[in-house]
T-cell receptor, first 114, second 111 residues
């Protein structure tokens, strides 16, 4: 199993550009989520999904869109990039248990918005 | 979910036990204490969790005070690879993904 994969690893954007961060998992997990992590801070939840076709907002959803057309993929779209979106983005998935212990994180995408 | 308070940084000598404290004075009866760590900006890694009894696994031990207002994560024989940021998180079992992550404790293991 590859686990949770994210692409790209690093991206530079200009203000106003749009892009999609890709996330895929091969563990047949129903639950997937996106977090952002700013320097020296903990993770903040952007959006999450409890299954294909179902998404919901987290703590900081503004400026981001998600969709979940398949169990495996959960892309995050930046509609019009802003410098405030410079951050490291982590995708995570978890199995059917309720606990955090079943949550797996991807390696992260480092985004710089100029 | 209750808020947690951790020291921003700690040092520990290699081979010694590392004891990381966490304060969660507003924890409620159905909230679990979880510990995660993040090594060098990688994705967070689960360590251990507990409700009120002390817990131990192959990575660490978790000691929760009787009043549940604080806990301590113990890495019994710290190695250089344990250098990481350690996060203490409190959440309700079965709740959704509305989690609050603090800044954590930066643990530096020194040779």
């Amino acid at each position: 199993n590859a686990g949770v994969t994210q692409t790209p690893k690093f991206q530079v954007l200009k203000t106003g550009q749009s892009m999609t961060l890709q996330c895929a998992q091969d563990m047949n997990h129903e639950y997937m989520s996106w977090y952002r992590q700013d320097p020296g801070m903990g993770l903040r939840l952007i959006h999450y999904s409890v299954g294909a076709g179902i998404t919901d907002q987290g703590e900081v959803p503004n400026g981001y869109n998600v969709s979940r057309s398949t169990t495996e993929d959960f892309p995050l779209r930046l509609l019009s990039a802003a410098p405030s979106q410079t951050s490291v983005y982590f995708c995570a998935s978890r199995g059917p248990g309720y606990g955090l212990e079943t949550q797996y994180f991807g390696p992260g995408t480092r985004l710089l918005v100029l | 979910d209750a808020k947690t308070t951790q020291p921003p940084s700690m040092d520990c000598a290699e081979g010694r036990a590392a004891n990381l404290p966490c304060n969660h004075s507003t924890i409620s009866g159905n909230e679990y204490v979880y510990w995660y760590r993040q090594i060098h900006s990688q994705g967070p890694q689960y360590i251990i969790h507990g409700l009120k009894n002390n817990e131990t696994n192959e990575m660490a031990s978790l000691i929760i005070t009787e009043d549940r207002k604080s806990s301590t994560l113990i890495l019994p024989h710290a190695t250089l690879r344990d250098t990481a940021v350690y996060y203490c998180i409190v959440r309700v079992a079965g709740s959704n993904y509305q989690l609050i992550w603090g800044a954590g404790t930066k643990l530096i293991i020194k040779p």
